[in-house]
Every structure is written in C-alpha cells, then in structure tokens.
C-alpha cells in the first residue's frame, strides 16, 4: 500500500474494521488487538499478493478490502496450523 496515503492512527482504525469484518466472516472469537493485528498484518499480505497478481489497490477503501482479504486468508493459515 505504498501510495495509500493511509497514517498510522487510520491504519489501526481501518485494520480495527477490516479485522473485525473477517472474525465476523470467517466466525472466528478474537479480541480486538488481534482484530486490529490482523487487519493490518492482512493488508500488508494481500497487498503484496495483489502486486504479484498486478492489481492496485488504493485509499482508504483499498486499504480496508485488502485488510479484510488478508485477515481472513490469516485466520485460514490459522486454523490449518492448529489442527
């Protein structure tokens, strides 16, 4: 999300959301550090798949589709891992 243009205070905020869309999507029980670890560890990774893929994301919107997309395929590796 280079050219996001998306602080580090909208960052968590989105995250927090996009973090929250998934544990809801995904029926997953996480507090809302993890809600918010997720989202923008999840943004990260998508937005680095979307690369690889050549789709641009961007904004705020971006931001949130690719935190909610990241965070659900980490709560899947998740799930993978424990079982």
């Given at each position: 999300?280079?050219?996001a ?5 909208a ?19 996480m ?22 893929l ?9 931001y ?11 709560i ?8």
């Amino acid at each position: 999300m280079e050219g996001a243009q998306v602080g580090w205070i909208a960052a968590i905020i989105i995250g927090g959301i996009a973090g929250w869309l998934a544990e809801q999507f995904m029926k997953s029980n996480m507090g809302v550090f993890m809600n918010i670890l997720l989202g923008i560890v999840g943004a990260a990774l998508a937005s680095w798949l979307f690369g690889l893929l050549g789709i641009s994301l961007g904004g705020w919107l971006g931001y949130l589709i690719a935190g909610f997309i990241g965070a659900c395929i980490l709560i899947a590796l998740g799930r993978m891992i424990r079982r």
